[in-house]
């Protein structure tokens, strides 16, 4: 009887901690921005999200971008993440979402590129928009958004896009 | 195409009917520079351009990319017509391997109107629809980039080493700093290789074009990065599976990227409106770092070598431990058609 009511008890005992390990881990999940920091459906004027959101861990970015992904490993990237976007008017987009792992990191790779001719969007803390593409940093964030082709209003509606992702990382 | 050549290919030149509204044998700026002619056997590159290539499109137009190309070959192979040349790259019964470039994405990757330009010569010239692979490393990139996957049927195929019937050998192949595993579908599916990349700047090697484009054969592509790369690519490109096996390179100059590479970087991105065709690698690499750094100048954009990745590959490529062709610009014949 005393066995069986101490098996009981450890039972008991073993769920309470799993579910407190799970909390904390659900925890951990939920402190990163909600989709990974995409938005869709209806926080988005205007776009919608096509496909599935990939993530690429730092030991995997270059599977992504090929050479490209060293100089994000120095300033410490941690991961990832890419979504394709089409527009009403079928204007096609990738948005990368890089999570370095401090601003620092994201600010050093904004300032190694060259400003050139771009415009200051007013997206995030600092941004770039040119003709086909937005990058701009917020935080321990560097989002870029590139499209396929130039196509009528296209610097505005990143810019809409852009602001939305903006939105969704802050929270 | 040697030195020995040059009578009957400026006669060929003179008498082309293929459209060209300029035919000019010689060597680009800075190439031209120091250039005089030299004893021995050269490497000849052809650089076809097409002013009115895309016209009023954001794509190519497909007629005007099959013009081009028949330009380019039958420039290079000096031929008369469109199919001889590709009757000479290759042999009816041989599987023909076309190597794209799709990291860029659509953006900028291999066109398809391209591929299917080269494909349809090639069947011409006698080879089987099936008899023609046209792959890179993933069959997502090639998918996103538009290519319709196709890994069996009597089509061209149409698939990534990543697809379940192929993959990477188990077997190491190295040579030099290189030690490796290649794609099954160069080492067992095809019989040679058309290397088919575009010029783009890249963030450490500085290049990549023709020579670069076979880290999309082995496994490990992501170990082959320190030190601008350098000697892993020319290392790389001396396993004798990939030496052995290539037979031709037909760049996609199109669209080259001078900057930001080498993902798309449409800012840094500009319509060269080329091709380029050569049987030597090195020459052609050296050709395309050339027109990448006069872009870069034009721009105000500072040299590779000044920003840190010099595209350093390319010398060693030609060393004599290697040898996989030239870089000297005195020893590269540039035909611009």
Known sequence: MMRKRERAWRVAGSVMFAAVLLAGYGCKKASGPADHGFPGGSEINGWARTGEIRTFAAEQLSDYIDGDAEKYLQAGVKSTSTADYMSK???????????????????????????????????????????????????QYLVRIVAYQDAPQLEQRMVVLGRAIEKKLSH | MNEKNGKSRREFLKNIAVGAVAAKVGLLAAMEAGATESAGAKSTVVIARDAQLYGTSAKPEASRVEKLLDRAMQTFYQSDDAVTPWKKLVRPGEVVGLKVNTIGGPGLSTHIVLVEAICERLQQAGVKANNIVVWDRTNRELDRVGYKLTATGNGVRTLGTDSKETGYEETVSEFGAVKTRLSKLLTRTCDCMINVPLP????????????????????????????????????????????????????????????????????YTWKYNGLMVASDPVAIDRTAWHIIEKKRAEQGLRPLAEVGRPAKYIVVAADAQHRLGTDDPKRIKLVEV
């Open chain 1, 89 to 139: 008017d079928q204007a096609q987009v990738v948005a990368d979402i890089y999570t370095m792992s401090s601003a620092a990191g994201a600010q050093k790779i904004f300032e190694s590129e060259p400003a050139g001719t771009a415009k200051n969007a007013e997206v995030g803390e600092a941004s770039r928009l040119y003709k086909q593409s937005l990058t701009f940093r917020k935080g």
């Open chain 2, 200 to 267: 783009k700047d890249h963030d450490l090697a500085g290049v990549t074009m023709a020579l670069k484009n076979m880290y999309g054969v082995n496994h490990n592509p992501q170990d082959l990065h320190e030190n601008n790369c350098c000697p892993y690519i020319a290392d790389l490109n001396m396993i004798p599976a990939i030496k052995n096996k290539f037979r031709l390179v037909i760049a996609d100059a199109m669209m080259a990227c001078y900057q930001g590479g080498p993902m798309f970087s449409p800012e």
